[in-house]
């Protein structure tokens, strides 16, 4: 069968992005295709985990699709404290037509558009997509299932995650995809006191959580324990209207933020600086001012290092980008850009970056500790994607074993899902869940 409707059958998205459906990367006149194995955000391990232990299956993955879309070269990019513990050093051929980049320790490298530079020099213009560039880009997870439906027959059902933060003992697990993070927690003796959160994702990036109502999606690539009052966490409970009030009377307009910003550095026109002065009225009145909000990558520089006066520029952009985003507006440009000529000389240190989060004391390299199956009941969502949702494709009694199709893809852009255990389903509004009884 054709790769791409392989791989839409097996309801593939990006491992750990804001999960795009993986099949509809596939397009011609690609030239390159990037794996991101970085890892950017601190305190995770599930990639390099991923790459420790299937790293035949990952490269098997990389080869369907260069295969498949007759591409001469791919890179798997990881960062210089990965190979290091990996023992592979930039350069080496991993396989015919694949070959091992490494990446410096610097935050944010795994953004896509950082990432792409950093590994192939090519800039892709700004809020276009990178096979604009002749680049596909994709997670190393992602290739792992490529490799789990062509050479195993098998669909996405399960998800490797890592479970770390302020926890007695970092792990890498692998689960079912649906597993209720309330019992995964009770198997591994993992509390979250009142005094901490949960965040699905990295501490830069990564979303606060509920650890009683939270599942295992598509994209959870780690669960993370965190205190309150560290920066990484406060930065989250921002109120984003009083830091638009705020920034237009507390700026003094020094464009620390503008100039250590990563986008800004690869040469996009977005200036942090210019939108904290922008008028809160005028983003209402006149959208356009602000559309260079939409190239703003969320990685959190600009608010928790740049700014001397506490001011969260990303806030205000974050405000901006919803504006937007009713409007249905975003910033493309037809033209190319350069990157600033000191951006090497700027990029953070991934090091200095988790000292400035207040998660440097938690950073400890997790342990694989396998796959855990036991789970009796699962919830599988039918909006894991970006698109439309899926469309139940099972009533409630129904007997469905792992690997089944539960839910169909819609219209259009979307994926179908699959059970990722045995049992009986009872189907909901927004999720079926399965038990094993
Ligand atoms: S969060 Fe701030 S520093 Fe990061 S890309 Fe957006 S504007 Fe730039
Ligand atoms: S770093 Fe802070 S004070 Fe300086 S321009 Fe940016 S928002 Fe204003």
New binding site residues.
């Given amino acids: 069968m054709d790769l791409k409707i392989k791989m839409k059958e097996a309801g593939i998205v990006g491992a750990g992005g804001a999960g795009f459906p993986s099949f509809a990367k596939l397009a011609d006149g690609a030239e390159v295709l990037v794996i991101n194995g970085a890892e950017c955000e601190p305190l995770l391990y599930t990639d390099y985990i991923l790459l420790k232990k299937e790293m035949d299956g990952v490269l098997l993955g990389i080869k369907a699709v260069l295969d498949y879309l007759s591409v001469g070269k791919a890179l798997l990019c990881v960062k210089d404290h990965t190979a290091k513990k990996l023992n592979i050093s930039d350069g080496t051929v991993l396989a015919d037509k694949i070959t091992l980049k490494v990446l410096p320790d610097v935050y944010p490298m795994g953004d896509e558009i950082s990432l792409i530079y950093q590994a192939t020099g090519k800039v892709v213009k700004p809020g276009n997509l990178p096979i604009s560039a002749g680049v596909i880009f994709y997670n190393v997870e992602t290739m792992l299932n490529v490799y789990n439906v062509v050479v195993k027959d098998e669909p996405l059902t399960e998800k490797w995650v890592t479970i770390g933060g302020e926890v007695s003992k970092p792990v890498v697990v692998k689960v079912p995809l649906g597993t209720r993070v309330e019992d995964l927690f009770k198997e591994l003796n993992v509390r979250v006191r009142e005094d901490q959160v949960l965040l699905d994702g990295g501490p830069s990036m990564g979303k606060v959580i509920d650890p009683e109502k939270a599942v295992i999606t598509k994209t959870t690539k780690g669960l993370l324990v965190l205190p309150k009052n560290i920066p990484a966490i406060e930065s989250k409970f921002l109120d984003g209207a009083k830091s638009v009030a705020r920034a237009e009377t507390a700026c003094c307009q020094c464009t620390r933020?503008t100039d250590?910003?990563?986008?800004?550095l690869l040469g996009y026109p977005?200036e942090?600086h210019k939108m904290v002065r922008t008028a809160k009225n005028a983003v209402k009145l006149s959208p356009e001012m602000v559309l260079s909000a939409t190239l703003?990558?969320?990685?959190?520089?600009?608010?928790t290092l740049?700014c001397c006066q506490g001011i969260s520029?990303?806030a205000v952009?974050n405000e901006y980008k919803a504006l937007l985003a009713k409007e249905k507006m975003r910033f493309v440009a037809k033209d190319g850009v350069s990157p600033h000529k000191e951006r090497e000389y700027r990029m953070i240190p991934s090091d200095r970056w988790q000292s400035v989060l207040g998660v440097k004391k938690y950073d400890k390299i997790a342990e694989y500790i396998g796959e855990i199956n036991t789970f009796n009941t699962v919830e599988i969502g039918y909006r894991q994607h970006i698109g439309a949702p899926s469309v139940p494709a099972v009533k409630t009694g129904d007997r469905v074993v792992k690997g089944q199709i539960i839910a169909n893809a819609n219209e259009g852009l979307s994926l179908p899902q699959h059970a990722s255990i045995n049992g009986v389903v009872t189907v909901y509004d927004s999720k079926i869940v399965i038990q094993n009884k």
Avoid: D, H, N, S
């Avoid at 969320?298 to 608010?303: D, S």
């Fill in positions: 933020c250590l910003c990563p986008r800004g977005l942090p703003c990558c969320g990685c959190g520089i600009c608010e740049a520029p990303k952009i």
